[in-house]
């Protein structure tokens, strides 16, 4: 159980050196690379769905990694690549996706879920407590009131 323990562990500790990206991808130049790392960190893998394009492995994702990093050697701006992006790709590209009227349902729907679900127990609450009230206890059999007079007078 120890050996798998610490084999576990190690693989835990080296996992993370193999999931560097391909070094022929990289700028040579830190400044560009950082700049296409923060642009490509905020589109997502078109495979994936749910990764940015830095930390898929996806072929796609490694296509438009090279895209990018093309683009900021042209000397192009952050604007001008996502706006690129966006035109080929669409804003579905985007991780986070602007503020429109077709998005308005998918950035307002949390707060209407808990504005709904809100209502619903505040409505569940107030009826349970109407009916609560309007129970009336159900009246004393002669022999439960013969031994309540007799608890109260001793």
């Known amino acids: 159980m120890r050996l798998a323990a610490g ?15 391909d070094p022929s991808e990289l700028l040579s130049n830190p400044a560009m690379e950082a700049r296409a790392e923060a642009i490509g960190s905020h589109l997502r893998c078109l495979v994936c769905q749910n990764e940015s394009i830095e930390a898929s492995d996806a ?21 001008q690549i996502t706006a690129y992006m966006v035109q080929r790709y669409g804003s579905f ?7 429109e009227p077709l998005t ?14 809100a209502m619903i127990a505040l409505l569940a609450f107030r009826r349970q407590r109407r009916e609560a009230a309007t129970i009336a206890p159900a009246p004393l059999s002669p022999a439960e009131k ?3 007079e007799a608890l109260l007078r001793s």
């Open 93 to 99: 590209i985007l991780l986070e996706p602007p503020f």
């Open 7 to 21: 084999l576990l562990t190690l693989l835990l500790q080296v996992a993370p050196a193999f999931a560097v990206s």
């Open 59 to 79: 072929g796609l994702a490694r296509d438009i990694r090279a895209i990018i990093r093309q683009q900021v050697v042209a000397g192009r701006t952050d604007k």
């Open 146 to 148: 013969a031994r309540l």
């Open 104 to 117: 308005v349902l998918l950035w307002g729907s949390p707060v209407i879920a808990l504005l709904l679900g």
